[in-house]
């Protein structure tokens, strides 16, 4: 199609959702934060009694239906809030523990295939910016701009560290930087859809960088694209 996308592809706390928000906000774009749709599917899995330990994600059985739940998953965003049919879940969706769960069920390919059309469906005038692991790899091979943001990872456990602070959640940075990296490497060696930078995509790494300098950048390359 001819509406724009812009694809922020990252590892985990990369600060690929400030990015993808701030770029929006500038461009008025729409915004796909597809991590949330995982984490939601994890969420729904719980609520509806669906396992998703290690070894029932292993059942055909429980694979159809997480499918089945990602296909279906009744995903609201509005005004910042996130809600699972009526239920408000933005909070909850934020967890380590959300996101722990969003990681495993994502390996699944019956629920990335259940999640495709829900995630192509955000692209509308005048445009989208995604964000997520394979936005410019699978979801959107066409974009305009791809871009991978990585920083390191200690920088990356600093920031996760920060932002759980600023709830009054606690959790040391050696145990954030080993789930971190923990993370990564689940969604670098998944088989299916892994983490790894579209052959077209520009690297930009933002471990010096603030968010106004990466925001200027993307827009940047947008500039040269358009
Ligand atoms: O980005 P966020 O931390 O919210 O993503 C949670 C998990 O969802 C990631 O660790 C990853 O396993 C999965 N994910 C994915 N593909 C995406 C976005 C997220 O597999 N496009």
Request: proline letters at 4%.
């Amino acid at each position: 199609t001819d509406i724009p996308v812009i694809c922020i592809d990252g590892p985990s706390a990369s600060g690929k959702g400030t990015l993808a928000a701030a770029l929006a906000r500038r461009l008025g774009y729409h915004v796909l934060d597809s991590g949330a749709l995982y984490r939601l599917v994890g969420l729904a899995a719980a609520r509806a009694g669906v396992p998703t330990d290690a070894a029932a994600l292993q059942d055909e059985a429980v694979q159809a239906r997480l499918g089945e739940l990602a296909r279906t998953l009744p995903a609201r965003f509005d005004g910042g809030r996130v809600w699972l049919g009526q239920e408000d879940v933005t909070t909850e969706l934020r967890s380590e523990e959300a996101g722990a769960a969003a990681s495993r069920v994502s390996a699944v390919p019956a629920v990335r295939a259940g999640l495709l059309a829900l995630q192509r469906a955000f692209r509308r005038l005048p445009g989208l910016v995604a964000d997520g692991r394979d936005m410019g790899t699978v979801i959107f091979p066409d974009a305009a701009l791809k871009v991978f943001l990585t920083a390191s990872a200690r920088a990356r456990a600093e920031r996760r560290h920060e932002q759980l602070r600023a709830r009054n959640e606690h959790a040391s940075i050696e145990s954030l930087l080993a789930e971190l990296e923990a993370r990564d490497a689940r969604d670098r060696a998944r088989s299916v859809a892994p983490l790894a930078a579209a052959e077209d995509a520009l690297l930009l790494d933002n471990t010096h960088q603030t968010i106004e300098e990466s925001v200027e950048a993307v827009l940047g390359w947008w500039a040269q694209r358009r």
